[in-house]
């Protein structure tokens, strides 16, 4: 009966997991096919089609890149971001001790605005940093007389590139007027490190990427820290601090602006560049980040239930989203090394009591494409989306998921214990020189 039980728990568990991940895949992949491109990627992601730049004007984009320390990339990220002539840029410099207010006030320029702020209100997050950035930005579009329906904030992390021509294919999107937030893809700079950056800009690239196109036809693709485009109306009608205190403060907007009625969306023709963190140990300490804010993200099942704007598929899908770590993850973690022991059980009763191995090894075909599909399917797509990258080397890292899943075994269960013992500090991500990274 215990067995049985375990088996039907496992079934389950796969079942869930790898039917919401082909499900956003298939619709990513189709979508990919309706705008009639392959995304085949060579290096940076450079995106070019007829009728770029249709509709950039009409809008009026705020970058707003929070810093702790980040002296080592800031420049570059606002010198690039300074490329396009209207854009503004916000740092947000929260009390750093490096040379990152020196390093912003070096490039001496009236598109950039330095907000400080200064210990005991700074440090406490993500979130109020952005918030005191959108208070400037919203000082300055009313200074110059700008309709806050046409403003576009842009979230960027300290080491972010947007890919050329990004803004000529994101704000079109907002011509329609639903459309509340767009996220843009991520890529890994630094992906040839080693093979931890390599296994990341898998993870980015092959897998998140394209199932966030498939939310995109459902308007609830989830928003991250980097890359991310929000209306500034948007934004306001969330009142004057749209960003909370939670570890994952561009999850809880994403949630914030569907219970709002607000579409969010992704697009194909540009993406974000971002640094990876290159050891086991930064690894854990950003996953265990990335898990405890999820796990608490879904403690608002019961508001997208609640609201009237969101649809009953939308609701679905959001809802098994946030519940990836605690249907998922956490329980997998422990029903993987039951299942491994019982093929391995199973295996050898057959061939000491001569049973059924035929029967045995079809069992054992199909648990391995339950779990690995999903990381099979992404090794395809991975080498589609980068032909640099031989397919040997893909399917190599589809199976490297026996080894990183430890990584995020550990850091989903520490995040666990963070919770039950009302731990919600914020540990910031280490930069990587950009001359070495």
């Given at each position: 009966m215990i067995i049985a039980i375990l088996d039907t728990m496992g079934t389950l568990i796969l079942g869930f997991g790898s039917g919401c991940f082909f499900a956003m895949m298939w619709r990513g992949v189709r979508r990919l096919k309706q705008e009639g491109t392959d995304l085949s990627v060579q290096g940076d992601a450079v995106y070019e089609r007829p009728g770029q730049g249709r509709g950039q004007d009409s809008y009026h984009v705020y970058a707003?890149?929070?810093?702790?320390?980040?002296?080592?990339?800031?420049?570059?990220?606002?010198?690039?971001?300074?490329?396009?002539?209207?854009?503004?840029?916000?740092?947000?410099?929260?009390?750093?001790?490096?040379?990152?207010?020196?390093?912003?006030?070096?490039?001496?320029?009236?598109?950039?605005?330095?907000?400080?702020?200064e210990l005991p209100q700074a440090r406490l997050g993500k979130g109020p940093a952005l918030n005191a950035g959108l208070t400037q930005v919203r000082q300055l579009a009313g200074e110059r007389g700008q309709d806050r329906n046409q403003v576009i904030v842009l979230v960027m992390d300290a080491d972010g590139r947007l890919s050329d021509g990004a803004l000529a294919e994101v704000l079109p999107l907002f011509d329609n007027e639903r459309i509340g937030g767009v996220q843009l893809g991520v890529r890994?700079?630094?992906?040839?490190?080693?093979?931890?950056?390599?296994?990341?800009?898998?993870?980015?690239?092959?897998?998140?990427?394209?199932?966030?196109?498939?939310?995109?036809?459902?308007?609830?693709?989830?928003?991250?820290?980097?890359?991310?485009?929000?209306?500034?109306?948007?934004l306001n009608?969330?009142?004057?601090?749209?960003?909370?205190?939670?570890?994952?403060?561009?999850?809880?907007?994403?949630?914030?602006?569907?219970?709002?009625?607000?579409?969010?969306?992704?697009?194909?023709?540009?993406?974000?560049?971002?640094?990876?963190?290159?050891?086991?140990?930064?690894?854990?300490?950003?996953?265990?980040?990335?898990?405890?804010?999820?796990?608490?993200?879904?403690?608002?099942?019961?508001?997208?239930?609640?609201?009237?704007?969101?649809?009953?598929?939308?609701?679905?899908?959001?809802?098994?989203?946030?519940?990836?770590?605690?249907?998922?993850?956490?329980?997998?973690?422990?029903?993987?090394?039951?299942?491994?022991?019982?093929?391995?059980?199973?295996?050898?009763?057959?061939?000491?009591?001569?049973?059924?191995?035929?029967?045995?090894?079809?069992?054992?075909?199909?648990?391995?494409?339950?779990?690995?599909?999903?990381?099979?399917?992404s090794a395809f797509v991975y080498h589609k989306r980068d032909h640099t990258v031989p397919m040997a080397t893909c399917l190599l890292l589809s199976h490297a998921f026996l080894i990183t899943n430890y990584v995020f075994y550990f850091a989903a269960w520490k995040a666990l214990l963070r919770i039950l013992s009302d731990q919600n500090g914020w540990e910031k991500t280490d930069r990587a020189n950009e001359a070495t990274a």
């Open positions: 707003v890149i929070p810093c702790l320390n980040e002296q080592t990339v800031i420049a570059s990220t606002v010198r690039r971001l300074l490329d396009d002539a209207d854009m503004t840029v916000v740092v947000v410099d929260d009390a750093s001790d490096d040379n990152t207010t020196h390093a912003v006030q070096e490039l001496r320029s009236d598109r950039v605005c330095l907000v400080r702020r890994i700079r630094n992906r040839n490190r080693n093979f931890w950056t390599r296994f990341q800009d898998f993870q980015f690239w092959a897998m998140s990427a394209i199932t966030q196109l498939g939310r995109a036809g459902l308007g609830t693709t989830s928003l991250g820290g980097n890359g991310q485009f929000t209306r500034l109306c948007a009608e969330l009142g004057t601090e749209p960003w909370n205190a939670s570890l994952t403060e561009d999850l809880d907007l994403a949630i914030s602006l569907s219970l709002n009625g607000w579409s969010l969306t992704a697009t194909p023709y540009a993406s974000v560049d971002q640094q990876a963190v290159e050891t086991v140990k930064a690894l854990v300490r950003q996953r265990t980040r990335w898990y405890q804010g999820h796990m608490l993200a879904g403690r608002r099942i019961g508001e997208i239930w609640g609201s009237d704007h969101i649809e009953a598929r939308q609701g679905l899908e959001i809802s098994a989203y946030l519940g990836i770590p605690w249907v998922l993850d956490l329980p997998w973690s422990i029903m993987w090394h039951y299942f491994v022991i019982a093929m391995i059980w199973r295996w050898n009763q057959a061939l000491v009591f001569s049973q059924d191995r035929v029967s045995l090894l079809l069992l054992i075909v199909v648990w391995y494409l339950l779990a690995f599909g999903p990381s099979l399917a």
